[in-house]
Each structure stands twice: as C-alpha cells, then as structure tokens.
C-alpha cells in the first residue's frame, strides 16, 4: 500500500486529476466528502461549529450552511483557524479508518487522499508521497470566471484566501500540469500512478 496525497488550488485541475486516478484503479479519499460527513447534524464537529459560530449558520433542517460558515470565514483567519481545528482532526480520523478497510480488501492498493488544504493542515507530513496540481493564476482565474460566474476580482480574491500554488509545488513529490488539455493530464496522472505502483508495492 501507498497513502498518497493530491492537492492543488481552486481551479487548478485537482478534480479533474482525481477523477482520472480513481479510474486508472486508485483508491480516492476524498477529504471535502469527509468534512460534510463529519458536521452532520448531533456529531461531535456539529457541535463544534454551533458552540463556537452560532446557530445562525444552521438549515431548518438543523444541517450545516456550508455558503453561510465560508462567508464568515473567508476573511477571518482566526475563525477559519478555529473551524479547520474542530474538522480537520476528525476527517482525519475518519481517512485512516477508511484506508484500513481499503488496505484489508487491497493490500497493494494506491490510496490518494484528494483534499484542498493537504499542505496547510499538516496532512502531507503524514503522507508517503505527494502530488500538486499547479495551475496560472490566469488559468485560475478564466475557469473560475466561467464555472462560478465570479468576476474578475472575486475570481482572484478566492485565489488570494489559498496558499500560493507556487509554494505548495514544493512540498510536491509530483507534479502535475493543469494548465494541460484533459487528454495531457491523463498522462501525467497515467505516469504518475505507474512510479507510485512501483514504489508502493
């Protein structure tokens, strides 16, 4: 078995890199699944959010607003320091019980956990090797202008609020280009799952 992890920046191509690993065979832990999971209603991060942000970012239906909690956080490093600090550590609980079952049913198996902020939450230390996706901020942007509807401006605010993809290339044992047309980044992430079989097994 090899943990692997997979990051990138908003638009940079990382979903469209773990679509294709999960279908060239590889295991996907998706981390932003996981932290909708764990902030179900009554689970511990649930009350975690509503003790320390309010009820104010709860649905009707007592789940959380997801679009409510960003706006708060968004630019307030200290709330989403305080929010990462409730989520992170049990979607990172959760990974690691999910990898066992995979590892159980697969020892050989190339397990990639897909999560935005891989790097800043400390998760890479705990990984065998790591894979960003880099993207231009130009690039960034014009997918982000097109897929959200954003304007330019928000387009490079939402930019802004993530570490710089330039520094976390270099926390990367590979790279993947997602500047590239689909049919480029298939390669990449085909060759890139090759070296990983080889050393993981």
């Known amino acids: 078995m090899i943990l692997v992890g997979l990051t990138g920046g908003i638009a940079s191509g990382k979903s469209?890199?773990?679509?294709?690993?999960?279908?060239?065979?590889?295991?996907?832990?998706?981390?932003?699944?996981l932290a909708?999971?764990?902030?179900?209603?009554?689970?511990?991060?649930?009350?975690?959010?509503?003790k320390n942000f309010g009820k104010g970012v709860l649905n009707k239906d007592n789940s959380i607003n997801r679009k409510k909690l960003a706006e708060i956080v968004f630019n307030n490093k200290k709330k989403r320091e305080l929010l990462n600090s409730i989520v992170h550590p049990r979607v990172l609980k959760r990974a690691k019980e999910?990898?066992?079952?995979?590892?159980?049913?697969?020892?050989?198996?190339?397990?990639?956990?897909?999560?935005?902020?891989?790097?800043?939450s400390g998760a890479y230390k705990k990984m065998d090797?790591?894979?960003?996706?880099?993207?231009?901020?130009?690039?960034?942007?014009?997918?982000?202008?097109?897929?959200?509807?954003?304007?330019?401006?928000?387009?490079?605010?939402?930019?802004?609020?993530q570490m710089p993809l330039?520094?976390?290339?270099?926390?990367?044992?590979?790279?993947?280009?997602?500047n590239k047309v689909l049919n480029m980044v298939k390669k990449q992430a085909k060759t890139t799952l090759e070296r990983l079989r080889e050393k993981g097994n």
Do not use: C, H, M
């Open 16 to 33: 469209a890199a773990s679509k294709i690993f999960k279908k060239l065979g590889a295991y996907i832990i998706d981390a932003d699944v």
């Open 36 to 50: 909708r999971e764990v902030v179900e209603p009554l689970k511990p991060a649930w009350r975690g959010v509503v």
């Open 98 to 120: 999910i990898e066992k079952e995979i590892v159980k049913k697969d020892p050989e198996a190339v397990i990639i956990f897909d999560a935005a902020l891989l790097i800043e």
């Open 129 to 161: 090797k790591n894979i960003v996706v880099y993207a231009d901020e130009d690039v960034q942007v014009k997918r982000l202008i097109k897929r959200d509807g954003l304007t330019k401006d928000e387009a490079k605010k939402r930019i802004k609020a």
């Open 166 to 178: 330039r520094q976390k290339v270099r926390f990367a044992d590979y790279i993947i280009d997602g």
